[in-house]
C-alpha cells in the first residue's frame, strides 16, 4: 500500500425528512444563495422543503444549471454571487448542479484574469464561497468530494477540476427525493457509481485487502439492489442502499494508498463532449473494452472480482476473464443500459476527433501509463 495522506471533512446528513435540518447546518447571518438545475426540485417537492427550512433567512436562488454544467451559465450565477454578496452556496440537484457550484465557489474567488484556467491550466483556487450540498440523484459522489467536471460550450471542452478547498460542508442525501427520478437517470446512477468503484479497484493487487473488500461490497450492493429498484421504485430501503454506495463510490476512501486509472471516465468524458452522450452511458459503453484491451494488466483483479461478486467459480484464467466482461455487460443491460458506439453515434469520424484531442494532450492513461493515442483508438474497436 502507498503512503496516503487525506481527510474528507464532509459532513453526512442521511434520511428521510433530513432537509428541514438546513438551519442547523447553515450559518444564519450570510446570504444564501440555492442554486438547481432545470427544475426537477420545483416538482418534486425538493424546492419547497428547502424553502421551508430557510424561511426567514436571506436566501436568493439560480437556477438552470445544465446536465453537464456549463461553464457559460454558471459564469452568470458568479456574476451574481459578486452582485448580492452571496457568503453561502447551497446545491440542490443531481451531481451536474453540485459540481456547477464548486466552479461557482472557486471562480468567484478567483483573482486571475480568466476562471476557465481553474481547468484549463491547473490555476491554483485559493479561496471559495463555503457551499454545501442537497443531493437528489445517487451518481456522482459529488456530494461528498472535492471534484467538479465542467463543459464549455463554445469549445466542445469537458475539463475537471479537484481541490480540497470545494469540499462542501455538508451533504443532506434523503433517499426519498429520489422517487421522482426517471428511470433512466437510476439506471446512469447505477452504472456511473459501479464505474467508479472500477475505477479505483480494476487494477493490479497493491496489498490492499481493505480497501479491495469495501470496493467489492459496493460492487454487491449495486448488483443486488441494482435491479430491484426497476420493480419496486418506491421503495425506501433500496433507495437508501443506492444513495450510500454511490457515496461512497466516489468519497475517495477506497482510493487511499492504492494506484487508480480513470481511463474509462477520461476518453468518456471527450465522448459526452463531442456526442452529448450522458456521463454514465458512455462509461458501459467503454469499460468492457477497457478491461479486454488490458486483461492482461488487470487479469488478477479481474478474476477476483468475479469470483467475489458475481460468484464465477471458472478456473480456467481467460475464460474467467471473458465471462466477467459478459456478465459485466450483461448487468449494465439489467440496469437499463444496453450500450453502443451505433446508439451513441460514435461515428468513426468521432473516435478520430477524440483520438486527436489525445494526441495533442500526449495522454498517457492507465495504471501504468501506457495507454496513448494508438491503444485509444484500439479501445474504441473494441466497444460494442
Ligand atoms: O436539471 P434538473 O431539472 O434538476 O434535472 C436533472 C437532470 O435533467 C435530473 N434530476 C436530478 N435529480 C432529480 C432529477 N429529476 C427528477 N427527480 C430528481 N430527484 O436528472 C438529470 C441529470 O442530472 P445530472 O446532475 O446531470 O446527473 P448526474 O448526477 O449523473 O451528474 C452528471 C455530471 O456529473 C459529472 C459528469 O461528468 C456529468 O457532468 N461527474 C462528476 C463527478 C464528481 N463530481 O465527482 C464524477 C463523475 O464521474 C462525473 O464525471
Ligand atoms: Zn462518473
Known amino acids: 500500500m502507498k503512503n496516503f495522506r487525506y481527510c474528507n471533512p464532509v459532513e453526512i446528513v442521511f434520511g428521510k425528512g433530513q432537509i428541514a435540518t438546513l438551519p442547523e447546518l447553515i450559518p444564519a447571518d450570510v446570504t444564501v444563495m440555492i442554486t438547481f438545475g432545470g427544475g426537477s426540485i420545483k416538482k418534486n417537492g425538493v424546492y419547497d422543503q428547502v424553502m421551508k427550512a430557510l424561511a426567514g433567512r436571506k436566501v436568493v436562488e439560480f437556477g438552470g444549471i445544465e446536465p453537464n454544467p456549463r461553464y457559460e451559465t454558471l459564469m452568470k450565477a458568479v456574476a451574481e454571487v459578486k452582485q448580492k454578496n452571496v457568503g453561502f452556496l447551497l446545491a440542490v440537484g443531481g451531481g451536474s448542479v453540485l459540481d456547477g457550484t464548486k466552479f461557482i465557489a472557486a471562480a468567484a474567488k478567483f483573482e486571475g484574469a480568466e476562471p476557465w484556467d481553474i481547468l484549463d491550466k491547473g490555476a491554483e483556487v485559493k479561496e471559495t464561497v463555503p457551499l454545501a450540498t442537497v443531493i437528489t440523484l445517487p451518481a456522482t459522489g459529488s456530494e461528498s468530494n472535492a471534484l467538479a467536471v465542467i463543459s464549455r460550450e463554445s469549445t466542445q471542452e469537458k475539463l475537471m477540476f479537484a481541490t480540497p478547498k470545494v469540499f462542501p460542508k455538508f451533504a443532506v442525501i434523503d433517499p426519498e427525493t429520489n422517487f421522482s427520478l426517471p428511470m433512466i437517470q437510476v439506471s446512469n446512477g447505477i452504472v456511473d457509481t459501479f464505474v467508479h468503484v472500477s475505477e479505483l479497484y480494476m487494477t493490479y493487487p497493491q496489498n490492499a485487502p481493505l480497501q479491495d473488500g469495501m470496493a467489492e461490497s459496493i460492487y454487491r450492493v449495486l448488483v443486488d ?160
Open 225 to 384: 439492489e441494482g435491479p430491484k429498484v426497476f420493480k419496486d421504485p418506491k421503495n425506501y430501503d433500496i433507495r437508501a442502499n443506492l444513495c450510500w454506495a454511490a457515496t461512497w463510490g466516489l468519497n475517495w476512501w477506497i482510493a487511499q494508498g492504492v494506484v487508480e486509472d480513470w481511463t474509462t471516465h477520461v476518453i468518456g468524458h471527450e465522448v459526452t463532449a463531442f456526442t452529448g452522450t450522458d456521463h454514465a452511458q458512455t462509461l458501459a459503453l467503454l469499460l468492457p473494452a477497457v478491461w479486454k484491451h488490458q486483461r492482461n494488466e488487470k487479469g488478477d483483479k479481474l478474476v477476483q472480482f468475479g469470483k467475489r461478486v458475481f460468484g464465477l467459480t471458472e478456473t480456467d484464467r481467460e475464460k474467467m476473464i471473458d465471462q466477467v466482461i459478459e456478465r459485466t455487460k450483461a448487468f449494465f443491460r439489467e440496469v437499463g443500459i444496453d450500450a453502443s458506439k451505433k446508439a451513441y453515434g460514435v461515428t468513426d469520424e468521432v473516435c478520430k476527433k477524440i483520438v486527436d484531442v489525445f494526441t495533442q494532450r500526449n495522454a498517457k492513461l492507465g495504471e501504468h501509463g501506457k495507454i496513448g493515442p494508438k491503444e485509444v483508438v484500439e479501445i474504441f474497436a473494441l466497444c460494442d
